[in-house]
């Protein structure tokens, strides 16, 4: 663990003192809105003169906690907390390419994100290409003159590709513009982006950040590494003064600290309303609390539960970086030396006939008695899914081909069980076949 990344997890962004109660865990300000001492401040709040809160859509003081404490993780200078993953994706890109721009995207995504790239972002006019994350050159060769953002996940699912993200995000910064990292798999507990060149972060906090699977959030972090001035024509919602933000670029009132968030906070999430409620938030902060206890096991439990499967007769393919033979255990060494994110897939021998395939996963997973099937990941559980019939049901052949997933593939999450109880009931299950 980096130095102070536990102190930041038990504490950052709160301060007992600051309320009267002097309440040692975070409390639920459960507010709409926020009274004010005189008419003065509610007039200085409003016109982002002075810093306070409003109305909870945009910020309340549990959720300001939360956003202090991931960004303190991430080692990012300011973060937007919203109302879930999807939304922290959508704010994000709409304020960067939200202005009929284009972004180039990995082909390898959460599926909640290529339908929003792919159909709603069409239907907004914002083009998206998607290219082979592993095929540098066809990220280069995506760049067009209204390109805003690259976009990647640190670790991808239900196959576990690990990103040579200092090699993309080098293209993007000669692109000129900011990579954007979906970090919510790998966790800044296992993979901070910012130490390999990204500059903007997102997270679904569903998942490992708030772990016990009780609550949606979503996050993003400004790493503070993008300089939007560099090239002002192609920002102009940060640099061309606004009647809404007092006539003042946001990048001259807020500069490289707050500017982005601001624009996020301020435009987006005001206007679209992906809010976090403060019981999600709180609940959220629970599970930051344990993050890098909770994630070290996650690791040790699904490696050990990939090596097993990897000597199953039964199994054709184990895809976990962390294993030898993975095409991807090169840049897990290098991306993922605390270890590898519980999340992964294995095959089935294939039979080559889609409808025997599913029949032989459907024998396995209606086998499980620990590992529940449950389409979610990074829950304190296990979990497990059949990703062409589920989470990826209404992808194309191609599409399923592409992301690496065939009839015979299930995914996995490993939780907090016992190890040793997984792998038995693993066992137990393919042994039926
Ligand atoms: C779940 C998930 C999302 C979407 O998050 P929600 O909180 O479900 O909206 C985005 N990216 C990844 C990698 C995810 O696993």
Redesign the pocket.
Known sequence: MPEGFVTAQLGAGYEPGAVAQQTVAVPIHQSSAYQFRSLREARERFALREKGFIYSRNAHPTQAVLEQRVAALEGGVAAAAVG??????AVATLALAGRGGHIVAAHQL?G??VDLFHDTFADLGIDVTFVDQDDLDAWRAAVRPTTRAFFA?SVA?PVAQVLDMRAVADIAHEAGVPLVI?N??ATPALLRPREFGADIV?H????FLGGHGTS???VVVDLGTFDFSASPEKWPALSEPHHRFGGVPLWDAFGREAAFITLIKSKYVGDLGPALSPFNAFQIIEGVETLNLRVDRHAASGLAVAAFLESHPAVAAVHHPGLASNRWHGLAERYLPRGVPSVFAFDLAATGDDEADYARAEKVIDALRVIRLVA???DARSLACHPATMTHNHMTRDQLTAAGISFATIRLSIGLEDPSELIADLARALDAL
């Open positions: 879930s993953g999807q939304a922290a994706t959460y909640g994100t996940e699912n979906d919510t798999v997102v679904s906090a569903t998942k949606l959030g979503g979610n990941i990074g």
